[in-house]
């Protein structure tokens, strides 16, 4: 099957550093992407990697290891609106290219003063 | 600006009442989806669309239905609810064969059933 696995929960501290762990399972690969959702929002891509190494976008970093079938995402310099839930999402590499994707269960990040 | 609407913000209807969740997106995406979410539960998957009048199950597809008539409009359709249905049901939608998996989300339905 297909899946993906990240922790439910993180807290960290205002300028802190906070890594957010995912780890997939999938039968063909096309890409990890993450997604932030504020609560009560509605989720927006944050960054993708389709090739190995890190992707870096302001404070916010993204790493993958294709043959760990591994990423996470690098949060620096926490602020207190980076509090919310961040989801890992891998496109479903049975449905051709409709773009459905298999989305984790999704970590929320709360920052603290 | 890139933009995916939904109907209503909020919504409550009562049990047995059916009920339409509709999405326009300005994009001219070919693909279209519709997600339940619920606390602890992530975003799971009721129906998507590839093209017109195309549509595939999603993970839980039983108690709903979709239309899609015309490429930017996908409608969601609770035939009837149930107080189980009780959720945030979001709305996406992305470009056929995009490079970086976004979906573009929509600001979601809060719908309550009573």
């Known amino acids: 099957g297909q899946s993906l696995e990240q922790p439910s929960e993180v807290t960290a501290v205002e300028g802190a550093i906070v890594q957010i762990n995912c780890t997939y399972q999938?039968?063909?690969?096309?890409?990890l992407s993450w997604y932030q959702q504020h609560d009560g929002g509605a989720p927006t891509f944050l960054s993708y990697?389709?090739?190995?190494g890190l992707e870096e976008t302001g404070r916010f970093s993204s790493f993958l290891s294709r043959s760990d079938s591994y990423g996470y995402l690098l949060l620096q310099e926490l602020q207190m609106k980076d509090s919310a839930s961040y989801f890992c999402?891998?496109?479903?590499?049975?449905?051709?290219?409709?773009?459905?994707?298999?989305f984790g269960q999704g970590t929320t990040l709360q920052v603290k003063p | 600006d890139v933009k995916v609407t939904q109907s209503s913000r909020y919504l409550v209807k009562r049990t047995g009442e059916k009920v339409f969740l509709e999405c326009v997106q300005d994009?001219?995406?070919?693909?279209m989806f519709w997600y339940r979410q619920d606390p602890g539960l992530g975003l799971r998957l009721i129906y998507f669309?590839?093209?017109?009048?195309?549509?595939e199950k999603g993970d839980i597809p039983e108690g709903y239905s979709v239309s899609r008539e015309k490429k930017e409009r996908f409608s969601l359709i609770l035939e009837s609810a149930s107080t189980n249905q009780t959720s945030m049901y979001l709305c996406?939608?992305?470009?056929?064969?995009?490079?970086?998996?976004?979906?573009?989300f929509g600001p979601g339905t809060r719908l309550t059933v009573l």
């Open positions: 996406a939608s992305s470009p056929d064969r995009g490079r970086n998996n976004e979906q573009f």
């Open positions: 999938t039968s063909g690969f096309y890409g």
């Open positions: 990697n389709a090739l190995d």
């Open positions: 999402a891998v496109r479903d590499s049975f449905s051709g290219n409709t773009g459905k994707l298999i």
């Open positions: 994009m001219d995406h070919e693909n």
């Open positions: 669309s590839y093209d017109v009048k195309m549509k």
